[in-house]
């Protein structure tokens, strides 16, 4: 799990620095290496696509709800911060999205997410939508087999913080403190 979160903080940072460096300057286009058009649906399973979310800053996790570890500990802390932003909650978002469409059906996240921040919106979708949406936000997902014939995900842990165009702007920390990361959300709205 340490791997993939290394791993895909290589490619989140390696996608920045090959952005910045190929850009003119900032004010140029938005950098285009993370994040894109996705069609999924939520928990509710309502419909959801980047365009769903224009006009909100947002994060972005990637996970699966039979995650032993990371995930849930991510999702509390995404909760945190949502709680720490009060009535500025309801304007961002946070999208859980599943690296296991197989077991995380609209009605499993439904499930999973009474849990957390009723902020969170989880998508899923059939395997071809799930594996683009991965693909556009450069995030790494591989089955595991355990014992027993049951099967871990090994994935990305990075939460992605995107303006309210759409726009991918730095990693997310879920580890600062709950009102570290809403005054940080905040500075997009
Ligand atoms: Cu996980």
Same mark, same amino acid.
């Given at each position: 799990?340490?791997?993939?979160?290394?791993?895909? #903080?290589?490619?989140?940072?390696? @996608?920045?620095?090959?952005?910045?460096? *190929?850009?003119?300057?900032?004010?140029?286009?938005?950098?285009?290496?993370?994040? @894109?058009?996705?069609?999924?649906?939520?928990?509710?399973?309502?419909?959801?696509?980047?365009?769903?979310?224009?006009?909100?800053?947002?994060?972005?996790?990637?996970?699966?709800?039979?995650?032993?570890?990371?995930?849930? !500990?991510? #999702?509390?802390?995404?909760?945190?911060?949502? /709680?720490?932003?009060?009535?500025?909650?309801? /304007?961002?978002?946070?999208?859980?999205?599943?690296?296991?469409?197989? /077991?995380?059906?609209?009605?499993?996240?439904?499930? *999973?997410?009474?849990?957390?921040?009723?902020?969170?919106?989880?998508?899923?979708?059939? %395997? !071809?939508?799930?594996?683009? !949406?991965?693909?556009?936000? /450069?995030?790494?997902?591989?089955?595991?087999?355990?014992? @027993?014939?049951?099967?871990?995900?090994?994935?990305?842990?990075?939460?992605?913080?995107?303006?309210? =165009?759409?726009?991918?702007? =730095? %990693?997310?920390? %879920?580890?600062?403190?709950?009102?570290?990361?809403?005054?940080?959300?905040?500075?997009?709205?």
């Amino acid at each position: 799990m340490l791997a993939a979160f290394l791993i895909g #903080l290589v490619v989140v940072l390696g @996608g920045v620095l090959a952005a910045a460096t *190929y850009l003119p300057s900032r004010s140029a286009a938005p950098l285009g290496v993370i994040g @894109g058009p996705f069609r999924l649906e939520d928990q509710s399973s309502k419909p959801v696509s980047e365009q769903d979310m224009k006009g909100r800053p947002y994060l972005v996790f990637f996970g699966y709800t039979h995650c032993p570890d990371v995930c849930p !500990a991510t #999702l509390f802390e995404i909760s945190e911060v949502m /709680r720490a932003l009060g009535h500025d909650a309801d /304007r961002v978002g946070a999208l859980f999205i599943t690296v296991d469409p197989e /077991r995380d059906t609209p009605a499993v996240l439904k499930d *999973y997410l009474s849990n957390f921040d009723p902020h969170l919106r989880g998508l899923t979708g059939d %395997p !071809a939508a799930v594996a683009a !949406a991965l693909k556009a936000y /450069r995030v790494y997902a591989k089955k595991v087999p355990t014992e @027993g014939g049951d099967y871990t995900m090994d994935h990305t842990a990075v939460v992605y913080l995107m303006d309210k =165009s759409g726009r991918f702007v =730095s %990693p997310f920390n %879920p580890k600062q403190t709950p009102e570290a990361g809403a005054a940080q959300l905040r500075g997009y709205l």
